[in-house]
C-alpha cells in the first residue's frame, strides 16, 4: 500500500518552461490537494477536488491548472514557470472532503531559474 | 476565507517540559482542526484532531483543547522528548468541509 505517490521529487525549471506533476493514491479517497509550502509558512492549498470529475480553486491558484484524471489521480500543470513558483509542492488525499485525515505524497521540490 | 494564526513560530524546552502551541481561527463556521507534525525533509503526518463538538482530546503525551466562544485551540505536548522536535501546523476545516486551511508553522525544538 504506498498511499499517496508524487512524481517527481526535484525539478529544476527555466523561467516560462512548463511542466506537470504528477499524483496518484491507492486508498481509494474522493478528495484530493495541491498544497505547496515555503519556508517559514504553512501549507498553502492551490487547488482541491472534493470528488472525480470537479476542481476547485484553493488560497492560491494563479499560474496553475489541475486535472482529475480519475479518482486515483490528480496532476497540476504550470503553464509558464516563475522565480515566485519555486517552493514545495505537496499531494494529498482524505476519504470525505477535509473532515478526515489528509494523507499527503513525500513532497516536490521544485525549483525556477 | 477562514484565517489561521499560530503561535509561537519557534519554540525550544528542556527534554521532558510541556509545550504549548496555540492557534486562532476566522471563521466561527469552522468545525474541524487537525494537527499536522513534519519532521525535517519529510510529508506533514497527522497526529491528533479535534472536532467542534468536543472541548478536549487526549492521545498519550498529546492533547488538544478547542475554546469555540473565543475561536482558538491549543496543542499540548507533555514531557516532551527529543523524537518530539519537528515542525508543528495546526488546520482549520471551513466552507462546508471543502478547504483545510493550516497556520504558519510551529518551530519545536526538545533539547537533551
Known amino acids: 500500500n504506498a498511499g499517496v505517490t508524487q512524481t517527481p521529487k526535484f525539478q529544476v525549471l527555466k523561467t516560462g518552461q512548463s511542466m506537470t506533476l504528477q499524483c496518484a493514491q491507492d486508498?481509494?479517497?474522493?478528495?484530493m490537494y495541491w498544497y505547496r509550502q515555503d519556508p517559514g509558512m504553512g501549507l498553502r492549498l492551490i487547488y482541491y477536488?472534493?470528488?472525480?470529475?470537479?476542481?476547485d480553486k484553493g488560497e492560491v491558484p494563479n499560474g496553475y491548472n489541475v486535472s482529475r484524471l480519475n479518482k486515483r489521480e490528480f496532476s497540476l500543470r504550470l503553464e509558464s514557470a516563475a522565480p515566485s513558483q519555486t517552493s514545495v509542492y505537496f499531494c494529498?488525499?482524505?476519504?470525505?472532503?477535509?473532515?478526515?485525515?489528509?494523507?499527503f505524497g513525500q513532497g516536490t521540490r521544485l525549483t525556477v531559474v | 476565507g477562514e484565517n489561521v494564526e499560530q503561535h509561537p513560530s519557534t519554540l525550544s524546552v528542556q527534554e521532558g517540559d510541556s509545550a504549548v502551541i496555540k492557534c486562532t481561527y476566522s471563521?466561527?463556521?469552522?468545525?474541524?482542526f487537525p494537527w499536522y507534525k513534519q519532521e525535517l525533509g519529510k510529508r506533514p503526518q497527522l497526529i491528533i484532531d479535534?472536532?467542534?463538538?468536543?472541548g478536549e482530546k487526549k492521545d498519550q503525551r498529546i492533547a488538544v483543547t478547542l475554546n469555540k466562544t473565543a475561536k482558538h485551540f491549543s496543542l499540548h505536548i507533555t514531557e516532551t522528548q527529543p523524537e518530539d522536535s519537528a515542525v508543528y501546523f495546526c488546520?482549520?476545516?471551513?466552507?462546508?468541509?471543502?478547504?483545510?486551511?493550516f497556520g504558519g508553522g510551529t518551530r519545536l525544538m526538545v533539547k537533551p
Open positions: 486508498m481509494n479517497h474522493n478528495s
Open positions: 494529498a488525499s482524505s476519504e470525505i472532503r477535509g473532515e478526515t485525515e489528509a494523507f
Open positions: 479535534i472536532r467542534s463538538n468536543v
Open positions: 471563521d466561527s463556521a469552522s468545525n474541524y
Open positions: 488546520a482549520a476545516l471551513y466552507n462546508a468541509g471543502n478547504m483545510l486551511t
Open positions: 477536488s472534493a470528488s472525480e470529475g470537479t476542481t
